[in-house]
């Protein structure tokens, strides 16, 4: 049974990739020509393909935590709140491969509790944060991130944003330090160290340098101001809905790619 079901995974997994790979083409294209008709008329179709695997990955629930990801990835809100009904096609399939992304970690997390339980292991999947020029760095946001989606699946979303939001810095941090601040002050960089800039000012300068491009635009407010609202514990003072959770994990898998782009 588990031989099965590991076949199943391994075969959802490729099929995820695929589709993950046609929208990386079609989000370049779109983002270079939002009105070239080919590319609009594959992009339906491609959104098609990924409604049908969202759909059966999600058992044809709408009320799964995929398929409402799938569903918000074609929304854009306003800081107020209210949808803005015009998004440019080629936000939409980066969202959309962001979920996408988050449905190969699940169904990748499951391969991986199969192994453990004396299943004939599948290939080593590579490392989430092999990109982190920090050795030292990388299992701690590992861990965090495991410890992330342990909590958003728990519905425990003030946790998931806590640590989503510091992993997020982390790996920032890390790839400003890695372009050197003499680089980053003369494109007008905060004076100081990197570690005395706030979060804000963080993503802003990867973002104005090249590091990670627009993904962050997404990112709710109360998780750019995580720092501010927390006690010296680092717990949240203010409610997490599951919706500002689940966009900031889905901003964190933008930056990742954008900082892996191989991955």
């Not at 939002?34 to 990955?57: E, F, K, M, T, Y």
């Not at 096609?89 to 988050?102: F, G, K, S």
Request: aromatic share 4%; net charge negative.
């Amino acid at each position: 049974m588990d031989e099965s079901l590991r076949a199943q995974i391994d075969s959802n997994l490729s099929h995820l990739d695929g589709l993950i790979r046609r929208g990386r083409k079609l989000g370049e294209t779109l983002g270079a020509d939002p009105s070239n008709i080919s590319a609009l008329v594959a992009n339906r179709a491609w959104q098609q393909d990924c409604g049908v695997a969202v759909n059966q990955l999600s058992g044809g629930s709408k009320a799964h935590w995929l398929a409402r990801a799938f569903s918000e990835a074609f929304l854009l809100r306003s800081a107020s709140g209210q949808v803005i009904e015009a998004v440019a096609p080629a936000e939409i399939v980066e969202r959309l491969v962001a979920v996408l992304d988050q449905a190969v970690l699940s169904l990748s997390r499951m391969g991986d509790g199969l192994g453990a339980s004396g299943s004939p292991p599948a290939a080593p999947l590579p490392r989430r944060f092999d990109f982190v020029h920090n050795i030292e760095l990388r299992p701690v946001v590992e861990q965090a991130y495991a410890d992330s989606r342990d909590a958003f699946e728990q519905g425990n979303y003030g946790v998931a944003l806590i640590n989503s939001c510091g992993i997020l810095e982390s790996i920032v941090t890390d790839a400003l330090e890695f372009k050197g601040l003499d680089t980053l002050v003369s494109a007008g960089a905060p004076a100081g160290k990197i570690a005395d800039w706030s979060f804000a000012d963080r993503l802003a300068v990867a973002e104005r340098v090249g590091v990670i491009r627009g993904g962050c635009a997404r990112l709710p407010e109360i998780a750019r101001r995580y720092r501010e609202i927390t006690d010296s514990g680092g717990n949240l003072q203010l409610t997490v809905s599951e919706q500002d959770a689940l966009r900031t994990r889905q901003v964190l898998h933008v930056v990742m790619r954008d900082l892996d782009p191989g991955r």
